[in-house]
């Protein structure tokens, strides 16, 4: 009976639930029921199944849009999904610096070249466009036409490539009479109070010096040298040595083309710039001048009337200590006294004159990198801080955000007003340079642990910083910074010295390559750190000192361990 009973409720309620489904609403609703079920499963199979991009003719079909849109779509897509299949941020992290390796090692010269359209990767804030960073170079260091300077303004990198409308006709003028003045060589960073006086006006005039309106004039006369190449000669050496070649031009009014450059004679190396300055930098000369001095090489009577010299026709003393320049004036009288050795300022030393010289002699000569060097700096960076640039470019937005913007075409702004920027290091960042070896025959040599003793009081005074750039030639020195946990170092990694060595056998140890490419690395890190440690007494680190109080850095001091041999 009982079950009878439950048996007439089914039935009861089946049949009232079939009317019910009779009517109009419960047709709405299951519909509405079996739709949200498809959309679900719909969602589920994107979320969860591998990503396969539409085909060209299925969105035909669909009414899809045109190609280039859905090769944005799959773009995105696919990166994200790259992104959201990793465990942790970790996984994140080496994804992303694994991608920026690979277009790097490459040998991809642009941050958004050709190799980023099979996925879209974010741009790389520390690595640097080398290739659009040459042409910038290059217009900045060519004479705009019937004017006595390129298209130098206050207006920095693209911008003074904004295009202008008529209405505009009072800031083209003024525009122009900044540029017929060119007070602003773009290469000077900082106020003139952050550089060695008078910087902005001798790299002015030594660019007009060095680039005659006229290479042909028989009035122009040339200094042609090639680098010194004797044993034992470092880099430091040899820049020091081409810069009383530069002073001697200036005071004898020749132009001074440099020749052969024996540390640039290897195959990375290509073309017309091999064994030439230009592999690293761009030339300090102009193409036309350069090939006016080697034809008058040529030239019996004009190397016999002096329209042509060589570097054989000076002594080393008027090279290497000759007379500095004296058309500013002595503008060495009055440099602040920025630096400190055993505790006092340096306010007044007997070869004042040399530093401020040397100073603006090797800013000019390495006014701009050529794109070689670009691309050892962007792998230096990688290498030493790719993976923290990583991790910042990861936690700054939401991935699909941030990569729905890099597939956008780049805005005014960035294009113009942010093309100045330069690539990201960390910062605060202390630069340190420790020479030790075979220049204890030259100087005074310490220890590590008195650097650090410096770096300990600038960091006394900055207890943020916590980031150095470790360059040295010895391994122990790399061993003894492991120790130093409370710092991070930063360093190339190469082959080093372990025990004494001299230097000329070390650099060959390493190759031509290697032992010219890393400390052109080292020396140019130094200059764009926030600080710098070193020891006056080294060429090397007097050069560095030079490169920084011609490049805004004058008031963020240096801190020497001895002093030069010559003060």
């Known amino acids: 009976m009982e079950g009878l009973n439950q048996k007439s409720l089914e039935r009861v309620v089946s049949q009232r639930a079939f009317a019910l489904s009779s009517s109009f609403p419960c047709q709405i609703c299951v519909m509405g029921f079996l739709c949200g079920v498809c959309l679900t499963s719909l969602f589920l199979s994107f979320s969860f199944s591998p990503f396969s991009p539409p ?5 035909a079909n669909n009414g899809g849009g045109d190609s280039k849109s ?33 277009l790097l090692f490459n040998k991809s010269s642009t941050k958004n070249g050709a190799q980023f359209s099979s996925i879209n990767v974010p741009n790389a804030p ?22 006595s ?3 130098w303004t206050i207006w920095k990198g693209n911008l003074d490539e904004l295009p202008l409308s008529e209405n505009d006709e009072q800031l083209q003028y003024y525009r122009d009479q900044i540029i017929s003045q060119g007070a602003y060589p773009p290469w000077i960073t900082g106020s003139d109070e952050e550089n060695y006086p008078l910087t902005r006006k001798v790299q002015r005039d030594l660019w007009l010096h060095q680039h005659p309106t006229n290479c042909s004039d028989p009035s122009v006369k040339f200094l042609l040298a090639d680098w010194e190449r004797l044993p034992g000669f470092g880099i430091g050496a040899q820049i020091a040595g081409m810069c009383g070649l530069l002073a001697i031009a200036i005071n004898e009014k020749r132009v001074l083309v440099s020749g052969y450059f024996n540390r640039a004679d290897h195959d990375a190396c290509k073309g017309s710039s091999r064994a030439s300055w230009s592999c690293y930098f761009i030339p300090e000369t102009s193409g036309e001048c350069r090939g006016r001095a080697l034809e008058l090489m040529q030239d019996n009577v004009a190397r016999e009337n002096g329209i042509i010299t060589v570097k054989d026709n000076y002594t080393s003393r008027s090279i290497w200590t000759g007379r500095v320049p004296r058309r500013w004036g002595s503008p060495w009288s009055i440099m602040q006294p920025t630096t400190e050795i055993n505790g006092s300022l340096i306010s007044r030393h007997r070869k ?10 090797v800013r000019y000569l390495m006014r701009y990198q050529s794109e070689y060097t670009c691309n050892l700096m962007n792998i230096a960076r990688h290498t030493s801080f790719g993976l923290e640039a990583a991790k910042i470019v990861l936690t700054s937005s939401s991935s699909e955000h941030r990569i729905a913007q890099e597939l956008d075409e780049k805005s005014m702004i960035e294009r113009y007003v942010w093309s100045n920027e330069k690539a990201w290091i960390p910062r605060p960042l202390l630069s340190m340079h420790i020479r030790m070896g075979d220049k204890a025959c030259e100087m005074k040599v310490v220890g590590f642990e008195e650097y650090m003793h410096l770096a300990e009081k600038v960091r006394s005074r900055f207890p943020h910083m916590n980031t150095v750039w470790l360059s040295t030639e010895m ?22 010295q372990r025990g004494n060595m001299t230097m000329a056998n070390y650099e060959s140890s390493l190759g031509r390559e290697t032992s010219t490419n890393y400390p052109i690395v080292n020396f140019l890190m130094a200059a764009e750190a926030d600080f710098f440690i070193g020891a006056l007494g080294s060429t090397w680190c007097f050069l560095i000192d030079g490169m920084r109080n011609t490049g805004g850095k004058v008031m963020s001091g240096y801190l020497s361990v001895n002093k030069d041999r010559f003060w």
Not at 55 to 59: D, E, G, I, K, S
Not at 73 to 85: A, C, D, F, G, K
Not at 477 to 496: A, E, G, L, P, Q
Request: contains cysteine.
């Open 55 to 59: 085909t060209m003719a299925a969105a």
């Open 70 to 102: 859905i090769l944005k779509e799959r773009e995105r897509m696919m990166y994200t999904e790259r992104i959201n299949l990793t465990g942790n941020n970790d996984d994140k992290v080496s994804l992303l610096y694994d991608a920026w390796s690979d």
């Open 126 to 147: 520390h690595l640097e466009n080398c290739k659009s960073s040459v042409e910038i170079s290059q217009r900045l260091d060519t004479r705009i036409f019937n004017r």
């Open 149 to 151: 300077f390129p298209p």
């Open 352 to 361: 004042m004159d040399r530093r401020w010289w040397r100073a603006q002699a």
């Open 475 to 496: 391994q122990d020195v790399i061993d003894r910074s492991k120790s130093h946990k409370h710092w991070k170092f930063y360093y190339t990694n190469v082959t080093r």
